[in-house]
C-alpha cells in the first residue's frame, strides 16, 4: 500500500538549474499540496490542488510552479533553482477541504 | 505573531512516563484540529483528527481542543521508546484551504 510516492528522495542542483519534483497518490484523493519543511519555520504550504484541473497559491509560492497532472500526480517545479529554496519537500493529499492530510516521505533539495 | 505556536523542545521522558504536548493558536475560527508523529527522515503521520472542541481517545493517546483557551493538547499514556520522534499540530479554519502547521516537539523517551 504506497500511499504517497515521491520522487527523487534527494537532489542536489547549481544556483540556476530547474528540476521537478513528481508526487503520485494512489489513494483516489481529490486534493494534493506540496510544503516545504525548514528548522525553525515548520511546514509552509506552497501550492495546492483542490481537484483535478485546479491549482491556487499557498502561502510561499514564489520562485515555484506546479502541474496537477491527472488526478493521481501532482508535480512542482523550481525553473531557477536559488539557495534558499534548500529545504526538505513533501507532498500530501487528502479526500478534500479539511480532511486529514497524508504526506510522503520527503525530496531533501539542496541547493548550491 | 504565527498562525500556530508549539515549544519545540527537546522533552526528554523515561519509559513508561505521561507525556503532555501543547499548541496555542491565534486565529478563534480554527475548527479542524491534527496531530501529526514524525520520525527522522520521514513524512509526517497522522495520528489524531478532531473536530471543534472536546477531547478524542485512540489507544495511548488522548487529544483535547479548549477553543476557549485556544489551546490544543496530545497525551500520550504509557510512553515508549518507539515514541520518540518529532510531533507537529496543524489546524485549519472553514473558511480557507489551508492548514498551518507548528513547528514541532521534540521527544526522546529513554528506556
Known amino acids: 500500500n504506497a500511499g504517497v510516492t515521491q520522487t527523487p528522495k534527494f537532489q542536489v542542483l547549481k544556483t540556476g538549474q530547474s528540476m521537478t519534483l513528481q508526487c503520485a497518490q494512489d489513494m483516489n484523493h481529490n486534493s494534493m499540496y506540496w510544503y516545504r519543511q525548514d528548522p525553525g519555520m515548520g511546514l509552509r504550504l506552497i501550492y495546492y490542488?483542490?481537484?483535478?484541473?485546479?491549482?491556487d497559491k499557498g502561502e510561499v509560492p514564489n520562485g515555484y510552479n506546479v502541474s496537477r497532472l491527472n488526478k493521481r500526480e501532482f508535480s512542482l517545479r523550481l525553473e531557477s533553482a536559488a539557495p534558499s529554496q534548500t529545504s526538505v519537500y513533501f507532498c500530501?493529499?487528502?479526500?478534500?477541504?479539511?480532511?486529514?492530510?497524508?504526506f510522503g516521505d520527503g525530496t531533501r533539495l539542496s541547493i548550491l | 505573531q504565527k498562525e500556530v505556536e508549539q515549544d519545540p523542545g527537546p522533552l526528554s521522558v523515561p519509559e513508561g512516563a505521561i507525556v503532555s504536548l501543547n499548541c496555542t493558536y491565534s486565529n478563534s475560527a480554527f475548527q479542524y484540529f491534527m496531530w501529526y508523529r514524525q520520525y527522522s527522515r520521514k513524512g509526517p503521520e497522522l495520528l489524531m483528527y478532531?473536530?471543534?472542541?472536546g477531547n478524542k481517545e485512540d489507544g495511548r493517546f488522548t487529544a483535547q481542543v479548549d477553543k476557549s483557551s485556544k489551546y490544543i493538547s496530545l497525551f500520550i499514556r504509557d510512553s515508549q521508546p518507539s515514541d520518540s520522534a518529532t510531533y507537529l499540530c496543524a489546524m485549519a479554519s472553514n473558511t480557507g484551504n489551508q492548514f498551518y502547521f507548528g513547528t514541532g516537539t521534540s521527544l526522546t523517551v529513554i528506556p
Open positions: 500530501a493529499s487528502s479526500q478534500g477541504d479539511y480532511q486529514p492530510q497524508h
Open positions: 490542488s483542490a481537484s483535478e484541473g485546479t491549482t
Open positions: 478532531t473536530y471543534s472542541s
